[in-house]
């Protein structure tokens, strides 16, 4: 299929999506919800409050703000009506940007369709969940650093081909791009890192030798200061200059209103203590659905891919941390920062399994996903008026029950025990299942 067939298809999908759950009841602004801090914050710049006061990590969060303030000024709307369109016209990028993505790692359209289409469908995340809570900021984030990756894979081939011009003027057009992402979302700061691990990939110090100890760390320093200490490690500093410069320009024009009251470090150690392990792993099953039961079993199929890749594996990690301590709503974090590298990983995983004589598994798998993922139910108002606790499957069911009770860390004790249960046994149903797999056609979908 063409390129330009599957933009068509793409946005054709986005559209339906818009029009079926366009009727989702949009939440009331709570006090102490993320919402009710970009409200404020909005407001101050819709009025031409400078400098705009608010509390952290929110205040960072300025550029999406901004958008929503200019957007209602421009079309008379209100905030959030302007907040609705700004983060639909965002979460559209964002889709279009990881169809380009995936094209880099999949040959046939229909792999990267469906990937997008489970990105659009997820229920957490900005096109969704946008209906039922406009004020958020993760859409244009996540297009600035869809963005950031595209170009950073033109800064490896240029690398790779020694056209030297090439890549540093890609790694200053990169620059640019993670400054602007910086601005929208703090931790997309992380990717002033990832040329290092394109230029200087690890293993660049593999040393082996039969001399002594002494000699051997000798060796070791004059190897690290010819690899590291030239001009293309100064080159690699420049992302970082453009990030710093972001956190400047957007100290220049913001008060925080309680700097005692927040601490990235204490709200990171604070999390590592509170967050447990079986919450964390349920937390990581909600954000990407039944699906990532496949990841596991075709680690061979895709550690080649990460070996090359490294700027992959440090993104993974970097997501899985952020999930940890990043906050209390651990799926959303999860799939923001990580869906353009785990997708991949389930999109490799799902091929595997399509052709293979368990093509069936594959198929069960995807209805589980919907269930998950809420394909046949809005989201619930919040608190919830309904105390009854209903019985899980794979998620739950209904609109009619605690809005909390979608997510790991609020989710009453025993739903969180049964989805677990439910889990655990489709991951042993699986291996079960693939035990015996028989590859019918040899994948070479991978470029």
């Known amino acids: ?13 986005f559209l339906i999506i818009c029009f079926v759950y366009r009727g ?3 939440a009331t602004i709570n006090p102490g919800w993320d919402a009710s801090y970009y409200y404020s914050i909005t407001e101050q710049i819709q009025k031409g409050t400078t400098p705009v006061a608010g509390e952290l990590p929110f205040i960072k969060r300025i550029a999406t703000p901004y958008l929503i303030a200019r957007m209602s000024d421009m079309t008379g709307m209100s905030l959030l009506d302007s907040a609705l369109d700004i983060n639909l016209l965002g979460t559209f990028f964002t889709t279009l940007l990881l169809l380009c993505w995936l094209g880099i790692f999949f040959k046939e359209s229909w792999t990267r369709v469906l990937l997008c289409f489970i990105f659009m469908m997820a229920w957490h995340v900005p096109l969704r969940f946008s209906f039922y809570n406009p004020m958020t900021t993760d859409a244009w984030g996540a297009a600035w650093m869809m963005a950031g990756l595209l170009i950073l894979q033109l800064v490896r081939k240029f690398y790779a081909n020694r056209r030297t011009r090439a890549w540093i003027a890609y790694l200053l057009v990169y620059s640019l791009v993670i400054g602007v992402a910086a601005l929208f979302r703090e931790s997309n700061a992380i990717l002033c890192v990832l040329p290092f691990f394109v230029v200087y990939p690890l293993g660049e110090l593999n040393i082996v030798s039969v001399t002594p100890p002494i000699t051997r760390g000798i060796n070791i320093l004059r190897k690290t200061v010819r690899t590291f200490f030239n001009w293309k490690t100064a080159l690699l500093l420049i992302p970082v200059l453009f990030v710093l410069g972001a956190a400047m320009f957007i100290k220049k024009f913001i008060v925080v209103t309680d700097p005692e009251n927040y601490s990235y470090i204490w709200t990171a150690i604070s999390w590592l203590y509170l967050k447990t392990l079986p919450e964390f792993v349920l937390g990581i099953l909600i954000a990407y659905g039944p699906l990532i039961l496949l990841v596991p079993f075709f680690y061979g199929k895709y550690k080649s891919l990460l070996r090359e890749r490294q700027e992959l594996w440090v993104l993974l ?6 999930g940890l301590i990043g906050g209390s709503d651990t799926e959303r974090i999860l799939f923001m920062t990580g869906f353009p590298v785990v997708l991949i990983l389930i999109g490799i995983s799902i091929r595997q399994v399509f052709y293979s004589t368990q093509r069936w598994w594959f198929y069960l798998l995807l209805v589980l996903q919907s269930i998950s993922f809420r394909f046949f139910w809005s989201l619930p108002d919040y608190p ?5 606790i209903p019985i899980p499957f794979f998620g739950i069911a209904g609109s009619h029950f605690k809005y909390l009770n979608l997510y790991s860390r609020f989710s009453n004790y025993y739903l969180s025990c049964i989805l677990l249960l439910q889990f655990l046994l489709l991951f042993l149903a699986t291996w079960y299942v693939l035990r015996n797999k028989t590859v019918l056609r040899k994948d070479k979908s991978l470029l």
Do not use: D, F
Request: net charge positive.
């Open 1 to 13: 299929m063409k390129r330009i067939y599957e933009v068509l298809l793409i946005s054709a999908g």
């Open 24 to 26: 989702q009841h949009r």
């Open 317 to 322: 990690i970097v997501s899985l941390l952020l």
């Open 384 to 388: 919830g008026v309904n105390p009854h």
